[in-house]
Structure formats: C-alpha cells, structure tokens
C-alpha cells in the first residue's frame, strides 16, 4: 500500500465503523469523531524525514487493510488469568478487541462519587468531566496518529477520582487483542482525572494471547490536580506480529506526584510517546522504562518532560535489553522554559546490547532556558560487563547464568521502583524465562 492508501483506507470504512455504534453517530459526542477524521485527512504521513521519525519506519504499518470493526470474541477466563499477578485483589477492567467486558471485570467496593469504567458509558452519558477533559492533552492537529484514534474513538477506560480521595487497591486495565486469521486495528481510549488531593494507581496492560497481526493505537490522557498523586503503569505484551502506536499526554497541576513505569516486551513494531507538562510549582515525575526485545522486534521511546514552572523535579530512566536484529530507539527530551528556575531535572538512558546485529539509537536532550537550574542527562549503549561476567564464572557459576544474572541486576533498577510486589513478581518471572534464569 502508499502512503496514501492508508489514509483513505481508513476514511473510506469510516461509514462502516458509524454503523457499528448502533445509533453512537447521533450523540453529541460524534462530532469529535468527525472532527478528527478532517484532521486526520490533512495530516502527511510521518516518514524517516522528520526529525522525531528519523529512526522509525512505519512502511511495515501502512502496508496493512486493517479492518476498522475488529472481530468480537469470546474469552474464556482463564485466558485473562494468564495476565493476572494478584489474587484477585485488584480492581479490574477487561477489554477484548478494543470492547469493555463487563462480565469479566470486576470492581470491589469503591468510595462514593468514584467512577470506575467504559468511555462508551461515559460518551452516552455525556459525562461532564469527559467533555471537560477529552482532547484537551492529547491534540490531535499535528499527529496522524492521535487524530486517528479520536476519529474512531468507540471505547477505553474512564477514571474519575473526586477530590480528597485515595483508592488503595491498584486498578488493573487489560486490553486483550485476539486476531485470529483477520487483521484489525483498535483505538483504545483513557481518559483519567485525578482530582485535588487524591490519589491512585493504575496498570494499563496490552497484551495477545496469539500471534495475529493487528494495530493497537492507543491514547492516554491524565489530568493530575493539585496535589494529587498518580502512580501509572504501562505493560506490553503483544504479539510479536502486532503493532502499537501508544501516546500518554499528563497535566500535572501544583505540587502534584506522578510516575510512570512503561515494561514492555514489545510487539513487532511498537512506539511509545510519553509527555508530561508541569502547569504549577511544586510539582514531582518520574518516568521510568524497561524494553526488552529480540529477533527482529522495533522498540521507540520518545519522552518530552515540560518544566513550565518553578519548584519542580522530574526524574527519568530508560533501560533496554536488546538481542539479535532488534532495533531500538530512546529519544528523551527536558525543556525548561524561561520562568522555571529551581529546577532539578535528571535524564538517563542505558541500553545492552546481547548481539552484533542489536542497534540502539540514543537522543537525551536538554533545553534550558533558565539559569537557576540542576539538570544532567546521559546515555551508554553497550555490551555486559565482561569483567562482572569472568568474576561470576570463576565462582562456578555457568555462562547462560552468568549473563541471567547480570542481566537481571541491569533491569531491577527499573522494576524496583514499582510499588506493587505481585507485580515485580511477576516481571521478574518474565525476565526470568526470557533468559533462561
């Protein structure tokens, strides 16, 4: 396919995504939809000849006849215990092939005025809050990819924490992709509103439980309110066929806390974007990531951390283990504008390299516009310590478990700052099997 057929692909099937809102097209909200499809119309596909696109190719996305009404499917619930790290403690929220599943969901007891949930609920009900805040962070004039997802903006996950509430128990989201034999794209949308002095944490997981080819654009939206904490959690386990093109856009409003922790297994071809924007004094984030692919498997983290104001810190640290062909991509940016002085901003991003083939392209970048600032950033592609390695070896210890351990000595650092222990358990396992621990 061209370029151009991608586009009208899409524009074309628009009518037959309408039919499939039953009656959706006449609600108020529909004119988002429309809006977006103009946008998305008018957008030149990024190529390697844009800057942010410089090492990411996206022929082996637009070549595809994505069906834009994925196929609906029956899941057994064992299949989403698979995916599962806790005993059933969690609050959880099931999507199969871009559709909430309320009958595999499960919420425990939440505090009054919480809402816990499906977009598509809140669009019918033309939520307030939804109105207030979709789009609002995630813009989607410029970027091909936020426009098409808001053009076909069907269903995803709305979380409303009113004000002075904390939810104790981590909400787990599960967006589960079964392709089969068709190839189809979904266009997860979350929109999460932390409001004045709450606090949550969320686990937004992506994950297949067969090899199909399919597209997951996702896009994530969170407003976090004056001193407001927000701990967020991004899992990938797709299938080694698929591709996911995931935006994340924060708002972080006065002496407001947010992290992010992005583990990802990746699929064939998948892109991060993560932006965070400080909008009062005081505020905290921290970004952490860990991507571990193989064969030929493409990873993209492209990171914008916005200190608008004064009084703020953010803290970010990418790792990324890479074997065979795998190919990698950190491009990691802190802007600090003229009136934020008092600023302390640290950016890191270390990758290993496990074969000749593997091939990292590091970019952390500084933009300082202040002078009353402490700002640093760094990068280290490389092989494993073979000093560490020989010490190891001359102690007994064989060279499979030798490079198992270093390796997962490399990774701990990002997966100790998860807060959930079920949850390293159960990355820990992952890296684990992948090398043969």
């Not at 914008?304 to 940016?333: T, W």
Request: charged share 25%; proline share 3%.
């Amino acid at each position: 396919m061209s370029n151009i057929d991608f586009k009208q692909w899409f524009i074309e099937n628009f009518q037959s995504f309408e039919k499939s809102l039953n009656g959706g097209k006449t609600e108020s909200f529909h004119r988002i939809r429309k809006d977006a499809l103009s946008k998305f119309s008018s957008i030149k596909i990024p190529t390697i000849k844009d800057e942010e696109w410089k090492y990411t190719n996206i022929s082996s996305i637009i070549k595809h006849n994505f069906s834009v009404v994925p196929p609906k499917k029956d899941t057994a619930p064992e299949i989403i215990g698979k995916f599962l790290f806790d005993k059933l403690e969690h609050h959880l929220l099931v999507f199969i092939n871009g559709e909430f599943r309320k009958d595999l969901s499960r919420l425990n007891e939440l505090p009054d005025r919480v809402k816990v949930g499906s977009l598509s609920a809140a669009i019918k009900n033309n939520h307030p809050v939804l109105l207030k805040h979709f789009g609002k962070y995630a813009e989607d004039s410029n970027n091909l990819f936020t426009a098409l997802n808001s053009a076909f903006t069907k269903d995803g996950a709305f979380i409303l924490v009113p004000k002075g509430i904390a939810i104790e128990d981590p909400i787990h989201i599960i967006f589960l992709n079964i392709a089969g034999e068709e190839k189809f794209a979904t266009q997860p949308r979350n929109l999460f509103i932390a409001e004045e002095n709450s606090q949550i944490t969320i686990i937004e997981h992506y994950a297949s439980d067969d090899e199909g080819i399919y597209l997951s654009n996702a896009v994530t939206e969170i407003f976090v309110c004056e001193n407001a904490v927000v701990d967020h959690i991004k899992l990938q386990e797709e299938s080694t066929k698929a591709f996911h093109i995931g935006r994340m856009e924060v708002d972080q409003e006065r002496s407001s806390k947010f992290a992010s922790h992005l583990i990802s297994t990746g699929a064939e071809f998948s892109r991060n974007e993560f932006t965070t924007r400080f909008n009062g004094e005081g505020g905290e984030s921290m970004l952490n990531g860990l991507f571990l692919i193989k064969d030929e498997q493409f990873f993209d983290a492209h990171t914008m951390i916005d200190h608008a104001k004064p009084h703020c810190n953010s803290h970010e640290h990418y790792k990324g283990i890479l074997q065979d062909k795998a190919r990698g991509v950190f491009n990691g940016k802190v802007m600090v504008r003229p009136d934020a002085q008092k600023t302390n901003a640290f950016q890191e991003n270390n990758s290993i390299l496990l074969s000749d083939d593997a091939v990292m392209n590091s970019k952390p970048q500084l933009e300082i516009f202040a002078d009353d600032v402490k700002c640093s950033h760094g990068a280290t592609v490389g092989k494993l310590d073979e000093d560490a390695k020989f010490y190891l070896k001359t102690r007994g210890i064989g060279e499979e478990a030798a490079t198992a351990m270093l390796i997962h000595a490399f990774a701990s650092d990002v997966i100790k700052t998860i807060k959930i222990e079920s949850l390293r358990d159960y990355l820990e396992e992952i890296i684990s099997k992948r090398f043969n621990q």
